[in-house]
T-cell receptor, first 111, second 115 residues
Framework: DVKVTQSSRYLVKRTGEKVFLECVQD?????MFWYRQDPGLGLRLIYF???????EKGDIPEGYSVSREKKERFSLILESASTNQTSMYLC??????????FGDGTRLSIL | AQTVTQSQPEMSVQEAETVTLSCTYD???????LFWYKQPPSRQMILVIR??????QNATENRFSVNFQKAAKSFSLKISDSQLGDAAMYFC????????????FGTGTRLTIIP
């Protein structure tokens, strides 16, 4: 069974901090994704990666960056956290032709 | 750009009854995938059912089935014999077949099961 693991279930940070959210998948998937989930807005794509060191912007990339140095790991970086980045963050991965598999989410609070 | 609309923020159904969740979408593509995902309180998104647009037959997975109306761009989910474990947020999602791999999600429907 596919396992997508997000490093933290809950995270509290302060405004201006640099925040790292980590995601690891164990099935050698090429594609990995970071979504943000907010009530009434559904899930919105922040960034995705289709291979090591490759990345593409999603619908709401502003204020975020990503890193994919190894195939199994996809990191989301908040360069300078702000209160409007308080949200649920979901990581997903997939292999070509198959549906996305999701992690359990990180609920991030920026104070 | 593709959009997905779920017009029912909340729905409730009596246990063992049938409920239908609505989803409409907008696209200029002729081939694509449509999905229903379930998100229980545990937060993990679980794939419920998938439909390929080029298939006329509606997808079915046990108690879950879809009514896919391509011309109307409608993709509803029917849950038969509702169970307490079906309580969750349900998201409709769209993906192109070629090119960009991203999913476009609707805003979700919270389903409550009444014992």
């Amino acid at each position: 069974d596919v396992k997508v693991t997000q490093s933290s279930r809950y995270l509290v940070k302060r405004t201006g901090e640099k925040v790292f959210l980590e995601c690891v998948q164990d099935m050698d998937h090429e594609n990995m994704f970071w979504y943000r989930q907010d009530p009434g807005l559904g899930l919105r794509l922040i960034y995705f990666s289709y291979d090591v060191k490759m990345k593409e912007k999603g619908d709401i990339p502003e204020g975020y960056s990503v890193s994919r140095e190894k195939k199994e790991r996809f990191s989301l970086i908040l360069e300078s956290a702000s209160t409007n980045q308080t949200s649920m963050y979901l990581c997903a991965s997939r292999i070509q032709g198959q549906p996305q598999h999701f992690g359990d989410g990180t609920r991030l609070s920026i104070l | 750009a593709q959009t997905v609309t779920q017009s029912q923020p909340e729905m409730s159904v009596q246990e063992a009854e049938t409920v239908t969740l609505s989803c409409t979408y907008d696209t200029s593509e002729s081939d694509y995938y449509l999905f229903w995902y379930k998100q229980p309180p545990s937060r993990q998104m679980i794939l419920v059912i998938r439909q390929e647009a080029y298939k006329q037959q509606n997808a079915t997975e046990n108690r879950f089935s879809v009514n896919f109306q391509k011309a109307a761009k409608s993709f509803s989910l029917k849950i038969s014999d509702s169970q307490l474990g079906d309580a969750a947020m349900y998201f409709c999602a769209y993906r192109r077949i070629f090119g960009n791999e991203k999913l476009t999600f609707g805003t979700g429907t919270r389903l409550t099961i009444i014992p």
